[in-house]
């Protein structure tokens, strides 16, 4: 396929967006890595994984198992898919997540006796202490984003929340 082709291939997804703030890109000048917000993000993720690694391994959880919990103690009882929704993950992700955290004595799961479609998720009192713990308070000051802390986490919720609404319009489109 030539880059003309290539190029065709993308012009309704570029036609349709427009990005005000972004660096210029005219060239190979403007290609550069560090202008890439989506590697930004993708490249502090990575890094928030790393400082959070230590922390959780001496708990014995992985992040997503962690985050699971924190999510499920904001409200008990939440259906796999109502958690799996908060938490970006299909349920052949989740399942095998609570499965191992159930069997670490974190959550209950039972079937909802009013529908037994549904599964309901709780953790236990073990469950909550360890959230109670809140092993990923230290990373806060580990960001060097002090009182900018909940200015960047908004910005960055708004960014991802855009960013889907975008892509959940391209979908109801086709």
């Known amino acids: 396929m030539g880059t ?39 490249s502090a ?37 109502a958690l799996g929704e908060k938490l970006f993950l299909e349920s052949n992700t989740l399942t095998p997540i609570l499965k191992k955290l159930e069997a670490e004595g974190y959550l209950h799961r039972r079937r909802d006796p009013a529908d037994e479609r549904q599964v309901r998720v709780s953790l236990t009192p073990a469950g909550r202490d360890l959230v109670e713990l809140e092993p990923g308070s230290v990373l806060m000051e580990a960001t060097g984003l002090g009182d ?21 319009a391209d979908d109801a489109e086709k």
């Open 45 to 81: 993720n990575l890094a928030f994984g790393r400082a959070y690694k230590p922390i959780l391994d001496r708990l014995g959880l992985t992040y997503t198992q962690y985050i699971t919990l924190v999510a499920l103690s904001e409200a008990d009882e939440q259906t796999v898919r």
């Open 148 to 168: 900018e802390f909940p200015v960047v986490q908004e910005s960055v919720v708004k960014l991802r929340d855009n960013l889907l609404r975008a892509t959940h």
């Open 4 to 42: 003309r082709n290539r190029m065709e291939m993308f012009m309704p997804i570029v036609q349709t967006r427009t990005i005000e703030d972004a660096p210029a890109q005219t060239g190979s000048s403007g290609r550069k890595l560090a202008n890439f917000m989506c590697f930004a993000i993708y």
